[in-house]
């Protein structure tokens, strides 16, 4: 494989893992709206403990936290443009995105303790989560798949 397919493929996957980042976020607004649950802390939490820091007032732990949020999301749409590079398309891909990503945060972020394992969640949180990180993956292989046929 040619060295610009792969990086086509790639800077594809990081647009179209934007996008998609763009659709979680509005989900995961309208369903904290609505449930009336407050906004997840979590991607700071990770960056705090991977780094070792501490964000000196809560504006900038917000806006750590957005950072983290969008970073990690549109650095995963690499992840599905690598897939794209390979071969993979559709429903295939996007289960195999959404697998990747959904597997990494359950290994991660108990791990580095800002987050309880699967099976800690209950039943409501977890269908919350697996949905959002659908809307995710789905929309970033659309997405992917779209700019992919340009």
Not at 27 to 40: F, I, M, N, P, W
Not at 99 to 125: E, F
Not at 130 to 150: C, F, I, K, M, Q
Request: proline residues 3%; without cysteine; glycine residues 12%.
């Amino acid at each position: 494989m040619a060295v610009s397919t792969l990086a086509s493929a790639v800077g594809k996957g990081i647009l179209a893992g934007l996008v998609g980042t763009a659709a979680m976020t509005l989900s995961s607004t309208l369903e904290a709206k609505a449930s009336g649950r407050g906004a997840s802390t979590t991607p700071a939490d990770a960056v705090e403990e991977t780094f070792d820091i501490q964000p000196q007032d809560d504006a900038a732990e917000q806006r750590l936290n957005t950072l983290a949020h969008w970073g990690y999301g549109t650095a995963w749409g690499a992840v599905r443009g690598l897939l794209g590079a390979a071969g993979l398309s559709g429903p295939a891909a996007g289960a195999t995105h959404f697998a990747a990503v959904w597997a990494t945060q359950q290994v991660t972020l108990p791990s580095l303790g800002v987050a309880k394992p699967t099976w800690q969640y209950g039943g409501q949180a977890l269908a919350t989560d697996v949905g959002h990180h659908a809307v995710y993956a789905t929309v970033t292989s659309l997405a992917y798949e779209w700019l992919d046929r340009r």
